[in-house]
């Protein structure tokens, strides 16, 4: 099973062991488009068009000074890079060992810098949105669809892929043909009761927090699902409660997840 999440806006501050390498990061096949993007950012500078181009503000231009350095900077593993809601949810680090290993081997995380990394890739904290536009590079969200889809299948393999990203980053790899037909995408909808009615509506920050949940059960679980039916029904039976949506033939199975507490 192969779990796509997407990185978080939060991040530790600083990391704490060696510098960045990009040869030892997972995806090697991904190298050459990775430093091309490093090497856009760094050169970037803090001047108004740099904070353009990552759409910070005024007063956020210690990210483009952290983002200077980062050839330089002290790197930590991916997973606990991202700090945001959903890792928090996830909690990597109070895992039971079996699961951490398998975490380690089943989730990619989505970045608009490195493409896709996982959580025990070592790399520095740094900002550059999925929606930013490098000079030299352009936009990342394209820049990425044309880099990824190779390096995606192969670590897709032949199993199932449960697809967790947000849209801006499902946008970089869209699965296709038999991947796409093993490939579940989930949607968080909270369910209340509105004057006796039970109304549905899309969530965001708790959504964030039901796929770090759902994430953690299933590595807790040792759940090994070879098929996306098989992955349909470890949620189910992990009490999450799953409804499929229609799908057009060659499209990922769409799912909702109903939640009616936050």
């Known amino acids: 099973m192969l779990i796509l999440l997407p990185p978080s806006e939060g991040k530790a501050d600083a990391g704490t062991g060696r510098r960045l390498d990009l040869a030892r990061l997972s995806l090697p096949e991904l190298t050459g488009a990775r430093d091309e993007v490093l090497t856009a ?14 759409g910070l503000g005024v007063g956020q231009r210690g990210e483009l000074r952290r983002n200077a350095r980062l050839r330089a900077a002290a790197t930590a593993p991916a997973g606990r890079v991202y700090t945001g ?4 949810a996830l909690d990597l680090a109070s895992l039971p ?10 989730v990619l995380v989505s970045s608009g810098l490195w493409g896709a990394v996982r959580l025990t890739d070592r790399i520095p904290p740094y900002r550059c949105p999925i929606g ?23 670590a897709a393999g032949d199993g199932p892929v449960l697809d967790l990203r947000s849209g801006a980053y499902a946008a ?3 699965p296709r043909g038999e991947v796409a037909a093993r490939t579940v995408t989930v949607r968080v ?18 959504n964030k927090a039901t796929k770090g949940r759902l994430v953690r059960d299933l590595l807790t679980a040792g759940a090994r699902p070879r ?3 098989e992955l349909l029904s470890a949620l189910r039976d992990l009490k999450y409660p799953v409804l499929e949506q229609p799908t057009p033939p060659g499209r990922p199975r769409q799912v909702d997840v109903v939640v009616t507490q936050l």
Do not use: C, I, N
Request: net charge negative; aromatic share 6%.
């Open 132 to 154: 930013a536009k490098l000079p030299g590079v352009g936009a990342l969200s394209a820049y990425w669809r044309r880099a990824l889809a190779p390096a995606m299948v192969a």
């Open 189 to 206: 909808l909270h369910e209340r009761d509105v004057d006796g009615v039970p109304v549905r509506s899309v969530v965001s920050h708790f």
């Open 227 to 229: 098929t996306a039916d």
């Open 85 to 88: 809601v959903l890792y928090e």
């Open 41 to 54: 950012l760094v050169a970037l500078g803090d001047d108004e068009a740099a904070l353009a181009a990552l």
């Open 97 to 106: 060992a079996t699961a951490q290993r398998t975490a380690s081997r089943s």
């Open 172 to 174: 970089t790899w869209a």
